[in-house]
């Protein structure tokens, strides 16, 4: 078996550990004789395995009790309209911190049923940094404040949890949710597909307090209703049971490697090896501001586009695969989430450094 350096944008790495456990349990999951994918979703067995999870995932953020923790279909995309349909709450607008094409298109899904005001926006810089703080216009009687704390094209990342006052702060934490701790006071809501640093596609996971529960919009599929997705523990119809049980197993590992502060030092040393690289050259070049550099998705251009093809291609040729940029971008994209280990980011820096040696 040859495993190679995956630095896909998402569906991404999962920990070796996990996939060895997935592979183990395959064809009769704790004695039941039978694989998760086999099970009655309301049988002991997943019920335990749904509850372990939504536990161990609490633990490692520290969710406070006044939030219910769901597990979801339909991705972060589904989301961006489910948000609205739960939280307007009767207000009439919404306001959204745009630092990249996935707020954006939060903002487009919002507009559908209500004013979704751009609070800020770097679109005119290409996305290379994310708002000021200070230069954010917050409306006080907006229903919520959206950010999108990890821009997974642009790679721009919020390096702070920000304060927005008593608005309800809603972010959409699909490509770095568990890469650092989170302070989940802060927000009123927090949601993130599985794909990018958890499982496989198909669980959705949403975090929300509850005091903004049970004033969603009429003729809101039930669903699409928060309310009535906690009341029924995620199950109000069959679960993406297999996702969710993978989940779990991350979660598990998460807590094994020493938690949220374990993994923000160990992401920080990962990036900061990449940047430092990429900073000390002038072959390879990254656009982002410094202080709002994505620890999780590093866009990089080469000096000389025609040479993307080679640089590719020999990349493939040492096992470090899916490094081509996203289309919007260009050049080329490194994702380092959880799961991407240190060996995998340096084997990266020292081809880009012989292939600069060779071809640049
Ligand atoms: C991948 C991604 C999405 C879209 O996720 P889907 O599961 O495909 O709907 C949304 N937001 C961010 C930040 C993402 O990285």
């Known amino acids: 078996m040859k495993r190679v350096f995956n630095f896909s944008a998402g569906p991404a790495m999962l920990p070796m550990a996990v996939l060895e456990q997935v592979q183990a ?19 002991k067995e997943f019920v335990s395995i749904a509850a372990a999870a939504e536990q161990d995932l609490r633990d490692l953020l520290n969710i406070p009790n006044n939030y219910k923790v769901l597990f979801m279909q339909g991705g972060a995309t589904a989301q961006f309209s489910f948000i609205p349909m739960n939280l307007l709450r009767g207000k009439t607008s919404a306001d959204f911190v745009v630092s990249g094409d996935w707020g954006k298109k939060a903002a487009k899904a919002t507009a559908q049923l209500a004013s979704a005001n ?26 919520f ?34 890469s650092r701790p989170v302070d989940v006071s802060r927000y009123g809501l927090i949601y993130a597909g599985a794909q990018k640093n958890i499982a496989p596609a198909g669980v959705t996971i949403v975090i929300v307090r509850e005091d903004l529960l049970g004033q969603t919009l009429a003729k809101t599929p039930g669903l699409f209703d928060y309310q009535k997705v906690a009341e029924n523990d995620s199950m109000i119809n069959t679960p993406p049971c297999f996702a969710w049980y993978v989940a779990g197993l991350v979660f598990k590992h998460l807590k094994k490697l020493g938690g949220l502060d374990a993994m923000a030092a160990e992401n920080a040393r990962k990036s900061g090896l990449l940047y430092g690289y990429i900073d000390s050259q002038d072959f390879y070049r990254n656009p982002v501001r410094p202080q709002d550099r994505s620890r999780m998705n590093v866009p990089f251009t080469l000096a000389h586009a025609e040479l993307d093809e080679a640089f590719l291609k020999g990349a493939k040729a040492a096992g470090l695969v899916t490094l081509k940029g996203h289309r919007s971008v260009g050049g080329m994209r490194a994702s380092l989430y959880n799961a991407m280990p240190y060996e995998g980011v340096a084997a990266l820096v020292d081809y880009m450094k012989e292939f600069v040696r060779t071809q640049g």
């Open 25 to 43: 349990e395959l064809f009769d999951w704790n004695g039941s004789g039978m694989s998760v994918m086999e099970m009655s979703h309301r049988g």
């Open 145 to 178: 404040v959206h950010i999108t704390s990890n821009e997974t094209v642009h790679g721009v990342e919020f390096a702070q949890d920000p304060d927005v006052g008593a608005v309800p702060l809603v972010a959409d934490m699909s490509s770095n949710i568990l």
């Open 118 to 143: 751009i609070a800020a926006s770097s679109e005119a810089d290409k996305y290379t940094y994310v708002p000021d703080r200070a230069s954010w216009k917050l409306d006080p009687d907006a229903a």
